[in-house]
């Protein structure tokens, strides 16, 4: 069994900044992939950045340049900062995994941006 566990969401006004965590427990033999997605009401839930175990990271166009994902190995924990947030950053930010092929959910931390 895995469990993901997000902390670090918060309101904060805009142009500010949060870090998420997300740190994964259980039974982990391989993670291949740790990201973050998240859902503002009445929408799709949407990519926000992954990084694989490589190292490699993708990133959705909005938040370019102002997100920035990292993981730590050891730790099976998976860091998303956010710098200039705007607004329309405000969601439930869900942390994603890849384990040996099967997807699993964080149960989502809450991030709103005032103006």
């Known amino acids: 069994q895995v469990r993901l566990v997000e902390s670090g969401g918060d309101l904060v006004q805009a142009g500010g900044s949060l870090r998420l965590s997300c740190a994964a427990s259980?039974?982990?033999?391989?993670?291949?992939?740790m990201g973050w997605y998240r859902q503002a009401p009445g929408k799709q839930r949407e990519l926000v950045a992954t990084?694989?175990?490589?190292?490699?990271?993708n990133y959705a166009e909005y938040v370019k340049g102002r997100f920035t994902i990292s993981k730590d190995n050891a730790k099976n924990t998976v860091y998303l900062q956010m710098n200039s947030l705007k607004p329309e950053d405000t969601g439930v930010y869900y942390c994603?995994?890849?384990?040996?092929?099967?997807?699993?959910w964080g149960q989502g931390t809450q991030v709103t941006v005032s103006s």
């Open positions: 994603y995994s890849v384990i040996r092929g099967l997807a699993y």
């Open positions: 259980g039974t982990i033999f391989s993670i291949n992939i």
């Open positions: 990084t694989t175990t490589s190292g490699s990271t």
